[in-house]
């Protein structure tokens, strides 16, 4: 999950095994939230994102929930693969505001072939 | 079509020195955002422009500053660069007419010695 620490979490886990990330976000007027994968080197990419109407939302293996009554996303990687193996960040963005979004400190994923 | 292009990929400067760094968002695209990221501090917002003005700014110093062109490339500058300027700055690009989302570049890493 999140941490306000210098170090970033680590989620590690076998290859075919399920992932899930967690993230909690701060402000209760945001509406609209997305998570990216940033691999070595690269900037960070779209994975997955929902809207605060809905509670649950799949893509292709992947699954993002939404707890608005705690402030809480995660994200459900199945069947992770070495390829996986990155930076997730989630984001929130309240759309009423600047859509300017606001990063989580992110979770390392590394993926044991 | 061509992502987000940053140039220049790494760089070397020493204390005291300015920087620019450039940024070609997707064509079609008249956002272009721009932030910091460090291990400490994560990804932080400087500054968002959007059809040749500044839209929203993040809180950085006053030597942090950018501009936005006509075909919507974008520079950014930094000033009297200090040692915790070292970072890696990211361009991303958007539409930008409403929250949705960013389109990252790969970066580019600026080293201050």
Redesign the interface.
Known sequence: GESVGLHLPTLSVQEGDNSIINCAYSNSASDYFIWYKQESGKGPQFIIDIRSNMDKRQGQRVTVLLNKTVKHLSLQIAATQPGDSAVYFCAEIASGGSYIPTFGRGTSLIVHP | KAG?TQTPRYLIKTRGQQVTLSCSPISGHRSV?W?QQT??Q??Q?LF?YFSETQ??K?NFPGRFSGRQFSNSRSEMNVSTLELGDSALY?C?SSR?Q??????????SRLTVL
């Open positions: 987000v955002s932030y291990p400490g994560g990804l917002f968002e839209r929203n993040g990211l991303a930008g409403a929250a949705g989302e960013l389109f990252f570049g790969e970066g």
